[in-house]
């Protein structure tokens, strides 16, 4: 059985999945090919979907939204929120002149059993869930027949509150009540680092009572005029210590309930785009609530086609867990190259290193690409990690505030060494302490970072590269940041990166097998 789901809403995606083998086919998302981020499916990602399929799928899978904005137009799917029986539509449809299944589930339940799915727990092992993110900030219980108990909401829309006290700030930000840019979230993440520990303030205080009740409707940034903190700066002192204590109130607000409701030593399943919170994530962690905990790497809306196709999955055959790669995504297409301004080499991975160790920025690609938002390794900007010049060089090329941290990628086997959490984290989504004064490119202005650490198996080309960069260095570490025009999702045909590279300065980049050194201009 084929089953092809497709998420509406933002971050649109079309995911395949071979129900027989309960494993995911691919997961394409609509921004990738240097698409602007967030976009909803285009008709590009219909086709490439479609292209990859050899017969017509036996069901058809469509993710809820709400009956406004993206998905206003789609007749018969499920609505955003619910998980009980009904929220469900079960039918059929007629594709090309054949009648396939149609099954659509809202959102919240793609958040479920995405997390579900994909996490590496036996099926029959009981779980805990917490979704939150835009509008979900709610804990539940999967049993080990699948039923799912709702536990809790702690606080509507957690992500929405969150990315709003970015906007407050921003004398840039000027729209209406209700919309944000989901780009601010992961903004105001960075600057928590610049804000000072101590209990609020008065002013603080206030702030967080506003923002704190579940009830709370869209907020207006015209209705805080009076605030101290609107228009003052997003790098104001006072406002990354107000974001800091925000940032812990949430998530104290949900530990606080976990502590109470969450007893019972379950692993806990994290999805929406507030897993992407790496700090936060790490809290979990050191909780001791949980026998362990899970992110996707596609945590946030990305992974909703996956998580309504597993859906769709246990409601045809009763299975909920699925075989699945990171590295599920568009493959990358070699289309025309320039070759005048280009020497080729064949790939020597000690050639590459020499030239990262000698602080040359490289870009690299490798296979298909990753699912979520976070390059892995494969759409990824390369550089050594002992500079901070490096780090403000990376920032400059890709056009981001200088606040912005800079990930580092390092082998699995050593990241006790260079770090202060011993454990694999292949999806970078925890963050650490940084143990090694050497890596200046990669800690952040409070001594973390948010490593992803990479085994021979995970992925073999870029454990190679790390292998050689240490044979060099002496440190298997490498800043690792996503291959993508500003704005958009990772670069995905070699005319693109051919321009970005010689728009931004890269010394040259690799594709599969083949080192792409750029000529130098002849004065």
Same mark, same amino acid.
């Given at each position: ?463 190679? %590269? $790390? =292998?050689?960069? #240490? !044979?060099?260095?002496?440190? @298997?570490?490498?800043? &690792? ?15 693109? %990166? $051919? =321009?970005?590279? #010689? !728009?931004?300065?890269?010394? @040259?980049?690799?594709? &599969? ?11």
């Amino acid at each position: 059985m084929r089953i092809v789901s497709l998420n509406p809403g933002h971050d649109g995606a079309i995911a395949a999945l071979d129900a027989s083998a309960a494993e995911l086919i691919y997961s394409y998302e609509a921004e990738k090919d240097s698409f602007p981020r967030f976009s909803p499916i285009t008709p590009t990602t219909v086709l490439d979907a479609a292209g990859r399929l050899d017969a017509i799928p036996d069901v058809i899978a469509l993710g809820g939204w709400y009956k406004t904005g993206f998905a206003r137009n789609v007749s018969g799917a499920a609505d955003y929120c619910g998980i009980a029986a009904g929220s469900e539509v079960v039918g059929e449809k007629t594709i090309f002149g054949r009648k396939v299944h149609f099954y659509s589930s809202t959102h919240e339940r793609s958040h479920l059993w995405g997390s579900y799915g994909m996490s590496p727990f036996p099926a029959g092992m009981p779980c805990y869930a917490l979704i939150w993110e835009g509008d979900l900030g709610d804990f539940y219980e999967i049993n080990e027949c699948l039923q799912v108990v709702h536990l809790g909401k702690v606080t509507a829309g957690p992500g929405y509150k969150y990315a709003f006290l970015y906007a407050l700030a921003d004398p840039k930000f000027t729209l209406p009540k209700g919309p944000l840019r989901y780009k601010d979230a992961g903004k105001l993440m960075a600057l928590c680092a610049y804000g000072q520990t101590g209990s609020p303030d008065r002013d603080e205080q206030a702030l967080i009572d506003l923002l704190l009740p579940s009830d709370l409707d869209p907020l207006s940034k015209e209705n805080l005029r009076n605030s101290p903190y609107y228009n003052i700066g997003v790098t104001h002192q006072k406002f990354t210590n107000l974001a800091k204590r925000v940032s812990d109130a949430i998530f104290d607000s949900f530990h606080t309930f976990a502590k109470k409701n969450l007893t019972k030593g379950y692993p806990l399943l994290i999805s929406g785009g507030c897993g992407l919170n790496c700090e936060w994530n790490r809290r979990w962690l050191e909780t001791n609530l949980f026998s362990d905990v899970f992110i996707p790497p596609c945590t946030n809306d990305t992974g909703s086609a996956i998580g309504t196709a597993v859906d769709a999955m246990r409601h045809f055959t009763g299975n909920a867990k699925i075989k699945w790669n990171v590295y599920s995504g568009q493959p990358f297409i070699f289309d025309e190259l320039d070759w005048t301004e280009l020497e080729v080499h064949p790939l020597d991975y000690d050639q590459v290193a020499s030239a990262l160790f000698s602080d040359k920025v490289i870009g690299w690609v490798q296979g298909n690409c990753e699912i979520g938002p976070r390059a892995l390794g494969n759409r990824s900007i390369l550089a050594a990690p002992f500079s901070k010049a490096t780090h403000e060089r990376l920032n400059r090329i890709k056009k981001r505030e200088g606040f912005r941290p800079i990930a580092p990628v390092c082998l699995e086997e050593d990241v006790g060494v260079h770090f202060d959490l011993a454990r694999p984290s292949p999806y970078m989504l925890l963050f650490q302490k940084v143990l090694d004064s050497r890596l200046e490119a990669v800690t952040h202005v409070d001594g973390t970072a948010r490593a992803q650490t990479v085994s021979r198996v995970q992925n073999p080309h870029l454990f190679q %590269l $790390l =292998t050689s960069f #240490k !044979a060099k260095s002496g440190a @298997g570490v490498l800043c &690792n940041t996503s291959l993508n025009f500003n704005g958009t999702g990772f670069i995905n045909r070699a005319s693109d %990166l $051919l =321009t970005y590279a #010689k !728009a931004t300065g890269l010394h @040259g980049f690799v594709i &599969n097998d083949a080192f792409y050194l750029l000529k130098e201009p002849i004065v």
